[in-house]
């Protein structure tokens, strides 16, 4: 993804600033995890992203105007493209919850480690259904209802998880709702507002951004997750306690999903 394609005959040319962007956070989160022994070193790498992020907008408006932008950054001035990437990355950031759910149902309600990845595939199933859903809802209500719709079904369930679960096959049933509400937030909706608002020769750059932002968020989430965990942790084991805190950031999450699609500027046709 570093290097972008001319629209002439030639080699690709390759935008540097974007792999030291893409080197730099992860590099960041991994020493997080040891707390303040590499403040100095974290710090250095917000920098160089910051300053990298700065050099590479500076290089993309300087392209010429046959070499293809690795953004369209005429598309990033608009409020509404930008609120869809943020979505994008919450979305991310909750698809990234699925990595938890056999260590989930392992601690909290005993099943073998060999068996408990069998749980995944409710959710996956949900997942499916979610994605068929979404397409339904998106053209029979629109993409915003589709989106607050997904995100609280996500926000609830997570919720229930909290302070109701009491055992593993209402969990199956919860998790495969999880499923259905993920799937529909991850599938149509953000991919057609992001397609609709670039024209023909953008169009696919602007997917391309929206795909970014997500996997970013499902690289972030991990680190959210497990400090989360971390803090509900007692006498250095972690338990349901724990595993409620991580539900409850889930909830938050897509809590604040609704309220940047109750707040995104849609045109009336993208509604």
């Given at each position: 993804?570093?290097?972008?394609?001319?629209?002439?005959?030639?080699?690709?040319?390759?935008?540097s600033p974007y792999l030291f962007q893409c080197s730099c956070p992860p590099i960041g989160v991994t020493l997080?995890?040891?707390?303040?022994?590499?403040?100095?070193?974290?710090?250095?790498?917000?920098?160089?992203?910051?300053?990298?992020?700065?050099?590479?907008?500076?290089?993309?408006?300087?392209?010429?105007?046959?070499?293809?932008?690795?953004?369209?950054?005429?598309?990033?001035?608009?409020?509404?493209?930008?609120?869809?990437?943020?979505?994008?990355?919450?979305?991310?950031?909750?698809?990234?919850?699925?990595?938890?759910?056999?260590?989930?149902?392992?601690?909290?309600?005993?099943?073998?480690?060999?068996?408990?990845?069998?749980?995944?595939?409710?959710?996956?199933?949900?997942?499916?259904?979610?994605?068929?859903?979404?397409?339904?809802?998106?053209?029979?209500?629109?993409?915003?209802?589709?989106?607050?719709?997904?995100?609280?079904?996500?926000?609830?369930?997570?919720?229930?998880?909290?302070?109701?679960?009491?055992?593993l096959p209402m969990f199956r049933v919860l998790s495969l709702a999880l499923g259905i509400g993920l799937g529909a937030m991850m599938s149509s909706p953000l991919q057609v507002?992001?397609?609709?608002?670039?024209?023909?020769?953008?169009?696919?750059?602007?997917?391309?951004?929206?795909?970014?932002?997500?996997?970013?968020?499902?690289?972030?989430?991990?680190?959210?997750?497990?400090?989360?965990?971390?803090?509900?942790?007692?006498?250095?084991?972690?338990?349901?306690?724990?595993?409620?805190?991580?539900?409850?950031?889930?909830?938050?999450?897509?809590?604040?999903?609704?309220?940047?699609?109750?707040?995104?500027?849609?045109?009336?046709?993208?509604?």
């Open positions: 993804m570093a290097c972008q394609p001319s629209l002439r005959r030639g080699p690709a040319r390759c935008h997080g995890q040891y707390g303040g022994t590499y403040m100095g070193v974290i710090g250095l790498c917000l920098l160089l992203v910051m300053a990298c992020g700065v050099l590479f907008i500076w290089r993309e408006r300087q392209l010429a105007a046959d070499i293809m932008p690795f953004l369209p950054i005429g598309l990033l001035k608009r409020p509404a493209y930008s609120l869809t990437l943020l979505l994008g990355a919450l979305g991310g950031m909750l698809f990234s919850l699925f990595v938890y759910i056999p260590t989930y149902v392992h601690v909290v309600f005993g099943m073998p480690v060999r068996r408990a990845g069998m749980v995944m595939v409710g959710v996956g199933l949900g997942s499916i259904i979610g994605s068929w859903l979404g397409g339904l809802l998106v053209d029979n209500k629109g993409k915003r209802f589709t989106l607050v719709v997904s995100s609280l079904l996500i926000g609830v369930v997570s919720i229930l998880i909290t302070f109701t679960l009491t055992s507002i992001a397609g609709n608002m670039a024209d023909s020769a953008n169009r696919m750059r602007a997917m391309g951004g929206l795909s970014a932002t997500k996997k970013i968020g499902t690289a972030i989430a991990p680190l959210i997750f497990a400090t989360a965990i971390e803090v509900g942790k007692s006498g250095g084991q972690a338990g349901l306690p724990s595993f409620r805190n991580m539900f409850m950031v889930a909830a938050v999450i897509a809590l604040l999903a609704v309220l940047i699609t109750l707040f995104i500027p849609l045109k009336a046709k993208d509604e």
